[in-house]
């Protein structure tokens, strides 16, 4: 969802942040002890590799995290925070960006259209989980099926309540109206975003699929229809 890709950009930058900072901390009390390998050494003169602090350039096997824990005899703590120089968001964009391509098939005796095939590409910059962030998208492309032609709130003009507020009169896509859908992600780096370099990947699934319906549409029977859904009385009338 987009309040979880958010959620990565925002609290998995600060978290970032303060695992860098409780490296720090852990190498300053490595330094500072003189059982420890790396005693002595200056802060710019050690480097962490596969767990381990090292001096630079040393291929000694160094010392692990949970060493350095248990020598100092209490947690190694740190606090730190993340956020966006203003400037740097005022010269960039942070948007994440897609292209939806569909293909339609409508018949032109009765006006039933079908997709037949959808694909769906987008820049969302690090996707930290690949096969979630598919499903995310092609969620969304299955929601905009029903955008564009099945979902529609009827509304009772004496009272304003929807007569249709349910499932087995509310329209929504089923498996048989699902044909090929695939989501494709860029590899897309932008140092500029967060420190994470990720992106939110909400509404950017949903939004390009009934628009991309609608151009189908209209390529396959010249019809422009520009209201939602897109009707059966729309390719017959």
Not at 19 to 24: D, N, S, T, W
Not at 44 to 60: P, Y
Not at 74 to 102: C, K, L, Q, W
Request: net charge negative; hydrophobic share 45%; charged share 20%.
């Amino acid at each position: 969802s987009h309040g979880g890709s958010w959620t990565m950009a925002s609290v998995g930058s600060a978290i970032r942040a303060a695992c860098i900072a409780v490296q720090e901390e852990a190498a300053r009390r490595a330094i500072a002890d003189q059982r420890s390998p790396v005693f002595g050494a200056s802060i710019d003169g050690v480097m962490w590799e596969e767990g381990r602090l090292r001096r630079r350039g040393d291929t000694a096997p160094g010392q692990a995290y949970g060493d350095i824990a248990a020598s100092a005899g209490a947690p190694i703590e740190a606090n730190a925070s993340a956020s966006r120089d203003p400037d740097i968001a005022s010269r960039y964009s942070m948007h994440a960006f897609g292209a939806v391509f569909a293909e339609v098939a409508v018949d032109p005796d009765v006006g039933t259209i079908r997709v037949r095939r959808a694909l769906g590409t987008y820049g969302a910059g690090r996707i930290v989980n690949p096969r979630l962030a598919a499903s995310q998208c092609t969620g969304g492309m299955v929601g905009g099926i029903g955008m564009a032609l099945m979902e529609r709130t009827v509304l009772d003009q004496r009272d304003g309540r929807p007569v249709n507020a349910h499932m087995a009169d509310y329209l929504v896509p089923v498996n048989l109206d699902i044909a090929n859908i695939e989501a494709h992600f860029v590899d897309e780096v932008d140092p500029h975003v967060n420190a994470l370099g990720v992106k939110g990947l909400g509404e950017i699934a949903l939004v390009g699929m009934a628009p991309a319906i609608a151009n189908a549409v209209y390529h396959a029977t010249g019809i422009r229809v520009r209201t939602l859904p897109i009707r059966i009385e729309d390719m017959i009338a």
